[in-house]
């Protein structure tokens, strides 16, 4: 494909467990562009959190993770098959990242506003120099409001429930159906109703419900759109 600019930097933005990590990592790979799972970030901040016992049940001790924060390092890597691993001050967490004791307090983690101005720093700063993709909550909002293109992915909540318990069954876990469910609706909630930098879609976003959609046909429907507007 052959773009009209050099650099370009494509926003992928929905709720949870819609199918936009599958949509973004498809659209690096037949685009050579690097894929940043913005979400995969907040998580490791989480899982960072739970470790060190800011968290007593379901309340963050906040002033104690804020002052820790620039001990907190991550980065990516790619591993021999192509799949994205995330470190935490340099060890792989990609896994402990997915489990749902983190899914149930990233939320709470990502309403912090300090957390978040951390967060967008890194994500500006590793797509500085090379095209990307990143997938997230507020990457055309506020990470990249200038994205040269930016998607805003959903489907209804029983078939992101159906996707997300799979991919956690696939990953050898035990999930609970309604468990995993409940978890994304409070996720759709908390997410869309924080001060700082609400789920919301930008105005001039795509518009992808994926429902009725396979991988390669929600491809297929960005693939185009893309070509349609910067090529
Ligand atoms: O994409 P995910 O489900 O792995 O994201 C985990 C959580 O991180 C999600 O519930 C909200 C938060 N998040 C965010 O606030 N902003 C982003 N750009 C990405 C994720």
């Not at 983690?109 to 967060?119: H, Y």
């Amino acid at each position: 494909m052959k773009f009209k600019k050099n650099i370009i930097k494509i926003a992928v933005d929905g709720f949870s467990s819609c199918g936009k990590s599958t949509l973004a990592k498809d659209l690096a790979a037949e685009l050579g562009f690097i894929y940043i799972d913005s979400g995969a970030m907040y998580r490791a901040i989480t899982l960072y959190s739970i470790r060190k016992g800011f968290f007593e049940d379901q309340n963050l001790n906040s002033v104690e993770l804020i002052r820790s924060l620039n001990q907190v390092n991550i980065d990516f890597l790619t591993d021999e098959n192509s799949n994205l691993i995330t470190l935490l001050n340099g060890e792989n967490v990609e896994s402990d990242i997915r489990s749902l004791s983190v899914s149930s307090k990233v939320s709470i983690i990502s309403s912090v506003p300090e957390v978040r101005k951390k967060m967008v720093e890194l994500q500006r700063q590793m797509s500085s120099k090379k095209s990307v993709v990143m997938d997230g909550r507020d990457i055309g909002t506020v990470v990249f409001p200038d994205a040269d293109i930016k998607f805003f992915v959903t489907a209804d909540i029983e078939t992101r429930a159906k996707r997300r318990f799979l991919e956690l069954v696939e990953k050898g876990q035990n999930p609970n159906f309604e468990e995993v469910k409940k978890n994304l609706t409070e996720r759709d909630f908390l997410d869309q109703n924080r001060k700082d930098s609400p789920l919301v879609k930008a105005p001039d976003a795509i518009l992808i419900d994926n429902t009725n959609l396979n991988r390669k046909e929600q491809l297929e429907l960005a693939l185009y759109y893309i070509t349609k507007t910067l090529c």
